[in-house]
């Protein structure tokens, strides 16, 4: 158990529709990763957040946002949502966000598995 | 082309062989090089993390990195049925905080 929580394990919905994940980080942990997994794409960066603040974006689309609360719990927002939006979502979290300079481990979470009729 | 490349097999070896993974790699600026293990419908954890150049030990896993040829290894001795996952390649930049950036991943079996 990496200690990074992920609600819910799966959803099940249809395009067009708008879902939300959430994901709490370990305790002590600052950062937080969103990340999509597909077959054809494997792993891909989609956004980071340091203490409420986006720090990083990568291959996010406009449909999908997401933030971090003051409790450091974060959300991602998935909107008019497409059969190719069905996908695994992990989040991950890490201590400092990729600002010490030094090795720093992401810890991922189980994941949502979401998809898309 | 992919900034990382990595065979996804699949990759099926008896037990006890010693296992051999590999990603190359195009952006000169990756300095941080690690190893997730990814079990099935599981998030991915970390196995191995190496700073630029190098070998790293750990029980029976060897990771290697070689900068100038942009290639990473990973060697597992005496492999195990419980070894059997996809195993993915990361590598992050100095400055680009912490985005990972992901092999495609091997899937490995290892049969009794």
């Known amino acids: 158990d990496s200690g990074v929580t992920q609600t819910p394990k799966h959803l099940i919905t249809a395009t067009g529709q708008r879902v939300t994940l959430r994901c709490s980080p370990r305790?002590?942990?600052?950062?937080v990763y969103w990340y999509q997994q597909s077959l054809d794409q494997g792993l891909q960066f989609l956004i980071q957040?340091?203490?409420?603040?986006?720090?990083a974006k990568g291959n996010i689309l406009e449909r999908f946002s997401a933030q971090q609360f003051p409790d450091l719990h974060s959300e991602l927002n998935l909107s008019s949502l497409e059969l190719g939006d069905s996908a695994l979502y992990f989040c991950?979290?890490?201590?400092?966000?990729?600002?010490?300079?030094?090795?720093?481990?992401?810890?991922f979470g189980p994941g949502t598995r979401l998809l898309v009729l | 082309q992919k900034e990382v490349e990595q065979d996804p097999g699949p990759l099926s070896v008896p037990e006890g062989a010693i296992v051999s993974l590999n990603c190359t790699y195009s952006?000169?600026?990756?300095?941080?090089f690690m190893w997730y293990r990814q079990y099935s419908r599981k998030g991915p954890e970390l196995l191995m993390y190496?700073?630029?150049?190098g070998n790293k030990e750990d029980g029976r896993f060897t990771a290697q990195v070689d900068k100038s040829s942009k290639y990473i290894s990973l060697f597992i001795r005496d492999s195990q049925p419980s070894d059997s996952a996809t195993y993915l390649c990361?590598?992050?930049?100095?400055?680009?905080?912490?985005?990972?950036?992901f092999g495609q991943g091997t899937i490995l079996t290892v049969h009794p």
């Open positions: 957040y340091y203490n409420g603040e986006e720090r």
């Open positions: 190496t700073y630029s150049s």
């Open positions: 305790s002590g942990d600052l950062s």
């Open positions: 990361a590598m992050r930049g100095g400055t680009s905080y912490g985005k990972l950036t």
């Open positions: 991950a979290s890490s201590v400092a966000g990729g600002t010490s300079g030094g090795q720093e481990t992401q810890y």
């Open positions: 952006n000169s600026a990756f300095q941080y």
